[in-house]
């Protein structure tokens, strides 16, 4: 007799991320599909990965893929850009069927190619993000006339991590990457990195509606909404919110507080040290 197909709408949406940042994409997921169970796993323990090699990356990548598959998770969610770079084609391939595996790069591309045809595009991002130039290969292949034009902004990642923002501090860092000629006369500006909405108001304040702030953490959440609806894998609604799971490889007090402001919610975090 065959066994009953295992009901794969009632397992966990695994995401992971180089460490806290990908939360603001966790945060996303959960605010338009409340149903769904999160488990979530920052690699601390390697943080950032904007500095690593691919090599690097896409070995960390699939040792956390592991954990996810697991955790029976039907849906990987890379919410890292220098891992969606760097590994989601060698993840993709390594998880096989055992789940689906989605990036947070090509739902932002698809969005600017509709939205900006013909127009000219910014981008802020870590160096392992911009220098894979993967958003221009992907946006040059849409045919769709977008003129990108990127600029790495290393000291925007740790500055937030240091809770650097919303002060003077972050105001002149920012000001001192937007007024790059490189970004001038842009029509939007692309956040290519997870911490980056923690910035976004500075930004918009920077940019006085001249030029569209756009929060790839909205685009790539609702891409996973339709992403689950048109493969029926979305949750059904239950009596009580889903318990979500925080894994991270390194733990330390500071990441706790950080995750309250990242994920906007009490999180707690455990300490899955994947490494040793």
């Not at 691919?54 to 070995?59: D, S, V």
């Not at 990457?177 to 918009?204: F, M, R, S």
């Not at 490889?249 to 490494?275: A, C, K, M, N």
């Amino acid at each position: 007799m065959a066994s009953p197909t295992p009901d794969l709408t009632t397992r966990p949406i695994g995401v992971f991320d180089s460490g806290i940042g990908g939360l603001t994409v966790a945060r996303a997921v959960n605010r338009v599909l409340p149903h769904e169970r999160l488990v979530y796993f920052g690699d601390t323990a390697h943080l950032p990965y904007g500095d690593k090699s691919t090599a690097a990356i896409q070995a960390y990548s699939v040792k956390i893929c592991d954990l996810l598959l697991k955790q029976q998770c039907k849906v990987i969610l890379i919410a890292c850009n220098s891992a969606s770079a760097a590994a989601y084609e060698l993840v993709r391939e390594y998880v096989g069927s055992k789940a689906r595996v989605l990036n947070v790069i090509d739902p932002i591309v698809a969005h600017v190619g509709q939205q900006y045809a013909g127009r000219t595009v910014g981008l802020i991002g870590t160096k392992q993000t911009v220098n894979s130039n993967v958003y221009r290969k992907k946006i040059d292949d849409l045919d769709a006339g977008v003129q990108l034009q990127s600029l790495a902004t290393p000291l925007l990642v740790p500055m937030i991590e240091e809770g650097f923002f919303e002060n003077n501090i972050s105001d002149n860092i920012i000001q001192a990457y937007l007024t790059n000629p490189v970004l001038a006369g842009i029509d939007a500006l692309v956040l290519g990195c997870t911490h980056y909405p923690l910035i976004k108001e500075q930004i918009a304040e920077f940019y006085q509606g001249r030029t569209e702030v756009l929060d790839a953490s909205d685009v790539v959440a609702a891409h996973v909404q339709h992403y689950l609806a048109e493969n029926h894998l979305a949750a059904r609604p239950g009596p009580a919110a889903p318990a979500h799971h925080f894994y991270v490889s390194d733990f330390t007090r500071s990441f706790e507080e950080s995750t309250r402001i990242f994920f906007g919610q009490e999180v707690h975090l455990e300490h899955y040290p994947l490494w040793e």
